[in-house]
């Protein structure tokens, strides 16, 4: 068998014949030709019957052959199109600009789904800010571009990366946990944007928005979705209460000036007071029952970040209503700055919390997609922009589902 009937039928490569096989430093590079009679354009796509000449050949990193690296060669054809003038040949295997194949660019969507960022560079050896333009294409070729249809309860998030320099808004469909939209930015004309790419029929259908408490997504939500309730995202308003709560225990630290003992212990305390009381370890409980004698302030704080969590637990919106009435009160008269500045935020979006409780919508789910969300930021260091960014989180939380490139074994006459 020749060697180059042999790369035919164990590539696979669809609309491509291998022509020529060569050794080189690098690996095994094959000269490929495409097999569609009618040129198509690199810029529209569309079949162009001018040809011009032929390009200097270019190399396209294919999957490798039993561990050796495999490159596609072909001198691309110029063509003149009607509608792009003379540009560069479609060619079957890859995107006009990239020096990858679709198989490849496939494998390394699909790593970058299930792996760690060192996982997918070592394994495919490209550089991680490469996989970001890869996961890119990849992304624009599978998932349709517009996946807001049918939207009834969708959640707003600023997501923010780069050591909170850089932000990203993020849409997310309540009904499916899936993200559906997302675009670099924080503002009200961020938010528009998406309304102006849902179309105010689609808008007018929206039934619940969740956002958190920026006013600029409060109008951007209140003009575009006129019948839809907004919700105030329950963790965004505990965070609010955890951070009063950080403020008291630091306050407290810098108080303890005479006695270091005294001030380690407390700075000590700040993830005893932060978790949910159910995930507290032994010392952590004991820790929290020392302070009940030591520090009444904190500790008075600690209880009234716990009641507020309680309180939204419930599943009556009357009671949470009432219930979160007194704690404003008992908030504001605390002594306690933080609180009572948290408790005149409750106040002014009573409203939207409540509706929480309301539509009953989990937040566990929602939950779900920001933890993956954040574990996708974390792993983007080194992705130099929001797009890459964007890309990444549609490619592990738009529902897509990707297999690696798998060959099917074709017999070619050559
Ligand atoms: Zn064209």
């Known amino acids: 068998m020749r060697a180059t009937t042999l790369l035919n039928t164990v590539l696979g490569i669809k609309f491509a014949i291998v022509k020529g096989v060569e050794f080189t430093d690098t690996g095994l590079v094959c000269d490929v030709e495409p097999t569609t009679t009618i040129a198509r354009c690199g810029g529209c796509f569309r079949p162009v019957s001018q040809v011009h000449d032929t390009r200097k050949a ?35 295997w890859a995107e006009p600009m990239s020096w990858f194949t679709h198989a490849f660019e496939q494998t390394v969507g699909y790593l970058a789904k299930e792996a760690s960022k060192t996982v997918v560079s070592t394994m ?8 970001g333009a890869i996961v890119g294409r990849v992304v624009g070729r599978l998932l349709p571009g517009d996946q807001l249809n ?19 808004t993020i849409v997310t469909d309540h009904v499916t946990g899936r993200v559906v939209w997302a675009r670099e930015g924080k503002n009200a004309d961020t938010l528009k944007a998406f309304f102006a790419d849902l179309g105010s029929e689609r808008s007018a259908r929206l039934e619940a928005v969740t956002i958190d408490r920026s006013q600029a997504y409060i109008s951007a939500v209140s003009e575009s979705a006129k019948n839809a309730t907004i919700i105030f995202d329950r963790f965004h308003v505990q965070r609010l209460v955890q951070d009063a709560l950080d403020e008291v225990r630091r306050a407290e630290v810098r108080a303890v000036v005479e006695d270091p003992q005294g001030r380690r212990e407390l700075k000590h305390t700040r993830f005893a007071l932060l978790k949910n009381p159910w995930n507290l370890t032994a010392i952590e409980e004991t820790k929290l029952t020392d302070l009940a004698k030591t520090n009444a302030t904190l500790y008075r704080a600690y209880l009234m970040k716990e009641s507020f969590a309680a309180i939204l637990d419930r599943r009556q919106p009357h009671v949470v209503r009432s219930k979160l009435r007194e704690w404003t009160s008992w908030a504001l008269h605390s002594g306690l700055k933080p609180f009572a500045k948290v408790a005149r935020t409750v106040e002014k979006h009573l409203d939207g919390i409540v509706a929480y409780v309301a539509t009953g919508l ?49 017999f070619h006459q050559t």
């Open 58 to 92: 270019r190399h396209w990193r294919h999957l490798d052959l039993a561990g050796m690296s495999l490159t596609l060669r072909y001198a691309p054809r110029r063509v003149n199109c009607t509608r792009c003038g003379v540009t560069t040949e479609l060619v079957p």
């Open 362 to 410: 989990s937040n566990a789910r929602s939950e779900g997609t920001n933890g993956k969300i954040r574990t996708i930021t974390r792993r983007s260091y080194g992705l130099h922009s929001a797009q890459a960014l964007i890309a990444l989180i549609r490619l592990c939380c738009s529902g897509l589902i990707l297999k690696p490139f798998q060959a099917t074994l074709r």
């Open 150 to 168: 049918g939207l009834t309860h969708i959640g707003v998030d600023e997501l923010s990366y780069r050591k909170h320099h850089k932000y990203v």
């Open 124 to 131: 495919m050896r490209v550089a991680w800010s490469t996989v």
